[in-house]
């Protein structure tokens, strides 16, 4: 193909052209570059700019509101305890999808011996799922989940019931805190695959506007606080 | 996308004489108003965020070309493609190609707007690649062979009854006895059939909400999650967009998701917002082994140099539709076009011709409710207006009409003219009502007063009561 029939040369052609502008302006590539290099924010909500105990009550108010159930462990014992019990109060078989998560890994499993773990991305015949969040925004009740051999992204929308682990010293404010997490941890302009912002369980409204739970994903989303 | 030669006249009477669909329309205003306004009553600070997005925006647009190609660079980096589309056959090309080399013979779709205007799954059937809509609203369209009548909320025209005939009707190997009298198991049924589709799929294809320069990501937020099995399940994920999705960094996609979710739904945010960045990586257990994005223009770099340019901020949060009183009345297919409401009337004329499309713009009361709702603060009426000059210019409108335009204007631009007319039309109207204060029939104007009355004027006109108050104040 020649440069001329080249779709992307019409299209970068085409948008110069309406906006009146060469591709070798100096001023205007650098202040692209800018903005790309700081990252600069924009209006944080005052709610997301409070301390970590509001934060925190904050974010469990959110989430609650969004239809997650919500419990505050303060122990690795009680997260496992917790977990099984939740199984047992949705009526689910004691087997529970996870990854290789590190910190998932360090739980005492042998507190709840009865629960089958099994590891690796989610099967089709798999009901419940176990992941951990790097990070939380508190300002909508929101959890970071990112993929990997850790936390395979299907765990997050296969099982009916999903549990999230997330350690209480990982839940900031705004997703810009969030965010810079996740720079922290991957290197600046870098993500992984998927990076799943999830504030509730599965839903929809678009039957009537009737909220129905459980559309495509978890019908049930348990969120444990750590610490 | 629009019909060749849609009938809105007509198709808007239909609509209003539709029983069914104006018991239907109803949860427009039931929902979606005074959840939008309980949303934003919770954010102080959405006003200024709604500032803040513009200026995203803007800054974004005027640099388009540059932020397009370090968007390349970042997609390219993660191990993705990217593809360009002049136009709509290119990107159906694209797409159809993509699938080939793919071996796809099962293709599951996320929700897409683009994909809709550029009528992707003709394309692919033609070819005989089975596509499955997933979302629910969008399954259920795809089922009765329509087109979504809203843009956040595909079947707002369909009550919960027709819903279930079309389940009857369509899944024929489930039990005829079983109860789909209620939403909860119309969902169930969907989940069950559509999880199967999920599963065997071998090309996911989403649109994307948002595309990010910073680190390459696409967008997409949904509540369902079916945009999310989309796009991991299969082996290929391929992202639709058109090319003003995208914005420069996180933070700036965290301003406009603060008023996305709030300005659609009344929702803080949405259940689910993923961010896609390239195919899956060596050490991951799950997750498409390609990813590929496909950037569609479509006329979007032309309305960047033109009078239409702020319509590119527009993020389809729907809140336009869902506060305009012409969409409430009559719904989202009498548009005639995949993007119905203010917003429509702005973009269909840009993407079928103004010849084609001329009823919409002009299907306006100018009430202006679509602007102060915008979230990106797009002056659609505005747009709309230009859009009605450009179609005088082009002299598509009726004779008649064009010259009760032109006796408007002769009267308009002569201020002494204008007033006396005007007390004398006054005069005129208020004896003809007589004692009863309204006129339920006009000359020149039956088709107006044919629904409705006209209260009659109450002796003097606005330039009499101003002129008389200004002395008073002078006084």
């Known amino acids: 193909m020649s ?25 205007r590539k650098a202040s692209v570059e800018r903005r790309l290099e700081r990252h600069p924010h924009g209006t944080i909500p005052a709610r997301a700019r409070r301390g970590r105990a509001e934060c925190l009550a904050l974010f469990t ?20 305890a917790a977990i099984a ?20 890994a360090a739980l005492p499993w042998r507190d709840a011996w009865d629960i089958e773990r099994a590891i690796g991305p989610a099967q089709p015949g798999d009901r419940a799922a176990l992941s951990h969040a790097v990070v939380a925004a508190a300002e909508t009740g929101t959890l970071f989940l990112v993929s990997g051999p850790a936390n395979p992204t299907t765990l997050n929308f296969l099982p009916e019931a999903h549990t999230v682990l997330i350690e209480a010293a990982d839940i900031v404010g705004s997703y810009e805190e969030a965010w810079d997490r996740l720079r922290a941890i991957h290197g600046k302009g870098t993500l992984p695959r998927a990076v799943n912002l999830i504030s509730g369980p599965s839903r929809t409204a678009d039957i009537e506007q009737t909220i129905v739970r459980g559309a495509h994903g978890p019908r049930r989303l348990l969120v444990l606080i750590l610490g | 996308m629009a019909n060749a030669k849609h009938d809105f006249r007509s198709a808007a009477s239909q609509a209003l004489a539709d029983r069914s669909l104006q018991k239907a329309l109803l949860n427009v205003k039931r929902g979606f108003v005074s959840k939008r306004a309980a949303a934003k009553a919770k954010l102080p600070e959405f006003d200024s965020l709604r500032e803040e ?6 800054h974004t647009l005027s640099h388009l070309d540059l932020y397009l190609e370090a968007y390349e660079r970042k997609v390219i980096e993660s191990g993705g493609e990217v593809h360009y589309a002049p136009a709509a056959a290119d990107a159906r090309a694209i797409v159809l190609t993509l699938c080939e080399q793919a071996g796809a013979k099962l293709v599951t779709k996320g929700k897409s707007m683009v994909s809709e205007e550029i009528g992707l799954n003709a394309h692919l059937q033609a070819a005989k690649i089975e596509v499955v809509e997933t979302d629910l609203g969008e399954y259920i369209v795809q089922l009765r062979g329509e087109r979504p009548s809203h843009i956040i909320a595909p079947v707002i025209h369909l009550n919960k009854e027709t819903i279930e005939q079309e389940f009857r009707r369509k899944h024929q190997r489930l039990p005829r006895e079983r109860r789909l009298d ?14 199967e589709k999920f599963l065997a799929a071998d090309v996911g294809i989403t649109g994307a909400n948002l595309l990010i320069a910073e680190t390459g990501s696409s967008v997409v937020v949904t509540n369902e999650g079916n945009g999310d099995l989309t796009s991991t399940l299969p082996r290929m994920h391929i992202v639709i967009a058109s ?44 997750g498409p082994t390609a990813y590929h994005v496909l950037l569609l223009d479509n006329g979007r770099s032309e309305m960047l140099g033109n009078e239409f340019a702020d319509m590119l901020r527009c993020i389809r949060c729907g809140a336009c539709l869902n506060h305009c009183p012409v969409y409430g009345a009559i719904g989202g297919h009498a548009y005639g076009s995949i993007y119905p409401g203010p917003m429509g009337a702005v973009l269909t004329p840009q993407l079928s011709g103004i010849d084609q499309a001329r009823d919409l713009p002009n299907a306006s009361s100018f009430c202006g409710r679509c602007e102060a709702v915008c979230p990106m603060e797009i002056p659609l009426p505005d747009m709309m207006r230009a859009w009605r000059e450009r179609d005088f210019a ?61 209260p009659a004027p109450q002796g003097n006109t606005f330039h009499q009561l101003y002129a008389r108050s200004m002395r008073k104040d002078a006084r």
């Open chain 1, 3 to 27: 440069a001329a029939e080249d779709p992307r040369s019409i299209v970068m052609g085409r948008i110069r052209a309406s906006l009146g502008v060469a591709s070798l302006d100096r001023a």
């Open chain 1, 61 to 80: 108010e959110m989430l609650t509101a969004q239809g997650a159930d919500m419990r505050h462990v303060l122990t690795r014992k009680e997260a496992v």
């Open chain 2, 182 to 195: 209620r939403a909860e198991y119309l969902v169930a049924e969907a989940r069950a059939l559509l999880r």
């Open chain 1, 85 to 104: 019990s939740y199984l047992g109060t949705c009526n689910l078989p004691p087997r529970i999808r996870m990854g290789r998560d590190a910190t998932l």
């Open chain 2, 53 to 58: 997005a513009r200026a995203i925006k803007d």
């Open chain 2, 243 to 286: 090319i003003e999705k995208l914005v420069p960094t996180l933070e700036d996609a965290s301003t406009i998701l603060r008023l996305l979710a709030r300005s659609a739904t009344g929702q803080e945010i949405t259940t689910y917002t993923s961010l896609f960045t390239g195919p899956r990586r060596e050490a991951d257990p799950d």
């Open chain 2, 394 to 454: 082009r002299g598509n409108p009726p004779r008649f009409e064009r010259l009760m335009l032109k006796l408007w204007a002769f009267a308009a631009k002569r201020p002494r003219l204008y007033h006396a007319l005007a007390e004398a039309m006054a005069r005129y109207l208020a004896r003809r009502a007589g004692g009863r204060g309204r006129l339920s029939r006009l000359p020149l104007m039956q088709a107006w007063t044919e629904a409705r009355d006209l």
